[in-house]
């Protein structure tokens, strides 16, 4: 195959020989000369044609590659933009369950609080039946409130590996472009 070097000397001598079979021609040259030099003149033409029609050719060749590469690009940055779009609404998915908890512990110490002072009172005025109410109320409440706090915690354990998940899905997608 020819290098481009090749090509480039090739036609500069081939307009060297047309410039100097015109000045050879006007100087009373032979019809023989004149269709020799009519011929070199097609040949050089022929040969900057093809030349233009190869350049053509790989022309077309990048502006294909070059479109293909920008659809990749774009489908790409589609695939970010979802991604994008979930890692920012990745939230609590259990946010409401746990926030309901949250406040019934927080009224369950709000009731707990003058029970446990009324257990602390050393004065019975009315006996020991009202401590003893008293005691089992403030246990009751305390009893309700480990429960909240277990089930709390389990809603936040389970949140938390769900978003884990999730999050290595959306590593995985951003792996997968690359």
Same mark, same amino acid.
Do not use: W
């Given at each position: 195959?020819?290098?481009?070097?090749?090509?480039?000397?090739?036609?500069?001598?081939?307009?060297q020989k047309?410039?100097?079979?015109?000045?050879?021609?006007?100087?009373?040259?032979?019809?023989l000369?004149?269709?020799?030099?009519?011929?070199?003149?097609?040949? #050089? =033409? $022929?040969?900057?044609?093809? &030349? %233009?029609?190869?350049?053509? !050719? /790989?022309?077309?060749?990048?502006?294909? @590659?070059?479109?293909?590469?920008?659809?990749?690009?774009?489908?790409?940055?589609?695939?970010?933009?979802?991604i994008?779009e979930?890692?920012? #609404? =990745? $939230?609590?998915?259990?946010? &409401? %369950?746990?926030?309901?908890? !949250? /406040?019934?512990?927080?009224?369950?110490? @709000?009731?707990?609080?003058p029970?446990?002072?009324?257990?602390?009172?050393?004065?019975?005025?009315?006996?020991?039946?009202?401590?003893?109410?008293a =005691?089992?109320?403030?246990?009751? &409440?305390?009893?309700?409130?480990?429960?909240?706090?277990?089930?709390?915690?389990?809603?936040?354990?389970?949140?938390?590996?769900?978003?884990?998940?999730?999050?290595?899905?959306?590593?995985?997608?951003?792996?997968?472009?690359?």
């Amino acid at each position: 195959m020819t290098t481009q070097r090749q090509i480039v000397e090739h036609q500069q001598t081939q307009m060297q020989k047309v410039k100097n079979s015109g000045a050879i021609s006007f100087n009373g040259s032979s019809p023989l000369s004149d269709d020799k030099d009519e011929e070199m003149s097609r040949s #050089a =033409l $022929s040969a900057f044609r093809a &030349k %233009e029609e190869e350049i053509e !050719r /790989k022309k077309m060749e990048v502006r294909e @590659r070059v479109q293909a590469q920008l659809g990749r690009v774009e489908e790409e940055t589609k695939r970010l933009a979802e991604i994008r779009e979930e890692l920012e #609404a =990745l $939230s609590d998915p259990m946010r &409401k %369950e746990v926030a309901m908890i !949250r /406040k019934r512990i927080d009224a369950v110490n @709000r009731e707990l609080r003058p029970l446990g002072q009324s257990c602390q009172k050393k004065d019975f005025i009315r006996g020991e039946k009202e401590y003893k109410e008293a =005691l089992e109320a403030f246990n009751e &409440k305390n009893k309700e409130k480990a429960q909240l706090l277990t089930k709390l915690m389990e809603l936040v354990s389970e949140s938390e590996k769900m978003r884990m998940k999730k999050l290595e899905e959306l590593s995985k997608n951003i792996e997968s472009i690359q």
